[in-house]
């Protein structure tokens, strides 16, 4: 498996090993550096974008923050996973970010989405946004709306080839 792969029916040994090697160490990373790396957008972009600076690297390794670390262990692997290949493909978009029409036009699709819940309660689910998460993929909706690489897993009522965000839905999102 190379780094540039995170297995999605891999362990979580296995995803704190993939992880470890995206972040170009030679063992893997503890599960509480996965978890908040998964809970905490800003943790995330700092430990990737941290990658040549041991000195910095070993410093955030050593010190993810406490809140979002898991407590229970209730679906965690599927968040896990998902979280995982959201990461990756953010990563893979140099982190790109939404421009703001983009991110409204998400978010108003998404508060008014029969799907959207309201903030779950394990750790990896955590937003004190009012958008809450998305029943479909259990993902943090502020994060999602503003991540360019994410997509709407909902089907639009209105053109069962497009997603509620209007992206048309190819082949692969549909055997997801
Ligand atoms: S299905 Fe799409 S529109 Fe609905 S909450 Fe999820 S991301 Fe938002």
Redesign the pocket.
């Known amino acids: 498996m190379t780094s540039e792969s995170l297995d999605i029916h891999a362990s979580e040994g296995q995803l704190c090993a993939e992880f470890g090697e995206l972040l170009g160490l030679d063992e893997p990373v503890s599960k509480d550096v996965l978890s908040a790396a998964l809970s905490s957008e800003s943790y995330a972009r700092s430990l990737l974008s941290s990658r040549r600076t041991p000195q910095m690297l070993r410093m955030l390794l050593a010190s993810p923050p406490q809140r979002a670390i898991r407590k229970n262990e209730f679906g965690t692997m599927e968040l896990l996973q998902r979280g995982s290949r959201a990461l990756l493909a953010w990563s893979k978009t140099g982190f790109s970010t939404t421009d703001p029409v983009e991110r409204q036009h998400?978010t108003e699709?998404?508060l008014?989405?029969?799907?959207?819940r309201a903030s779950g309660s394990h750790p990896l689910q955590a937003t004190r946004s009012e958008l809450g998460v998305?029943?479909?993929?259990g993902?943090p909706?502020s994060r999602?709306?503003s991540m360019k690489s994410e997509t709407?897993?909902?089907r639009s009522a209105d053109d069962p080839d497009r997603?509620?965000?209007g992206q048309a839905i190819t082949t692969a999102a549909r055997q997801a």
């Open positions: 998400r699709a998404c008014a989405c029969p799907d959207r998305c029943g479909l993929c993902c909706l999602k709306v709407c897993p909902g997603s509620r965000w």
